[in-house]
């Protein structure tokens, strides 16, 4: 079978450094987008490479559609396909309602939301000529619970629902998926720079007592793209440890 092309967003570290792992152990070429940690680029590109991966790392910002344009462009060019998309980027910006800044509130929307949107839009061309395509988009369980210091990134969390339903349906009939995965709290760079007190009170609300392991996001993350998931779309998979059942 032709090499499946995978582009991973924020396929570096955390989620997404093992989501490109998992991908690349299967055979799958990886292009890890990064927004500028060249360290943790290296670093996954190396053991990716030592395990016989093909991993390409690609630094840049997926708010930005012109780069986004061209990151599919080139993979096309390069591998001839790009047949999944994992729009895994994020950034957490914590501030209070009344303290953040416009430019805080702009870019929470421009990486949560509208970088997957933009992608989306890249890779539509290329899935579209290949009648297959999947999409996952990476959510959080801060859209549906809100946070009194995460406005901006919860607002972005919560539009992505939204965008993988219209995105669904708009590529329904062309072999292309469009799915949501919902984290709840996983040991990643992005949860242990939250206050500690913010981390324990969180920690003493998951059912299952502890933060999840990002390899246990990825594997849900591999079922939505696996061939065997086509009649999968619009859906929503949450891995959150029973979080969201609430209290
Ligand atoms: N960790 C959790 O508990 C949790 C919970 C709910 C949802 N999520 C979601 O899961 C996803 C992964 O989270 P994580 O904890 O693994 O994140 P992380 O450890 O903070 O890593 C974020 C990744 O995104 C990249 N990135 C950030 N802004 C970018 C930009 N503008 N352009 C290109 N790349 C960019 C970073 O690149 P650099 O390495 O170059 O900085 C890094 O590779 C995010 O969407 C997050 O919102 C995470």
């Known amino acids: 079978m032709t090499e ?17 792992e998992l991908l690349a152990a299967d055979g799958t070429h990886v292009a890890a987008v990064y927004a500028g940690n060249h360290a943790a680029a290296r670093e996954l590109a190396d053991r990716l490479a030592a395990a016989a991966g093909s991993v390409s790392v690609h630094p840049g910002d997926v708010g930005d559609p012109e780069f986004c344009r061209a ?15 994992v729009n895994n980027a994020g950034l957490l910006i914590e501030n209070s309602v009344r303290k953040m800044t416009a430019g805080q509130w702009g870019d929470a929307l421009r990486v949560n939301l509208s970088a997957p949107f933009h992608l989306a839009q890249a890779v539509l061309a290329p899935m579209t000529e290949q009648g297959f395509g999947r999409i ?67 920690r003493a609300m998951i059912p299952l007592g502890r933060r999840g392991d990002p390899r246990e996001l990825a594997h849900a993350v591999r079922f939505l793209l696996a061939d065997e998931a086509g009649y999968i779309t619009g859906s929503v998979v949450t891995v959150d440890g029973g979080l969201s059942m609430g209290a």
């Open 4 to 20: 499946r092309v995978a582009i991973v967003t924020g396929g570096t570290r955390g989620i997404g450094a093992a989501i490109s």
């Open 71 to 85: 990151l599919a462009a080139g993979l096309v060019a390069e591998r001839g396909r790009v047949d999944y998309l």
């Open 136 to 202: 996952v988009n990476v959510g959080s369980v801060t859209a549906a619970m809100g946070n009194p210091v995460e406005a901006g990134y919860a607002a972005a969390k919560a539009g992505l629902l939204g965008l993988t339903r219209s995105l669904a349906r708009a590529v329904a009939r062309k072999g292309i998926t469009v799915n949501l995965v919902v984290p709840g709290v996983f040991e990643t760079g992005m949860t242990s720079s939250m206050r500690p007190d913010a981390q324990e009170a969180i």
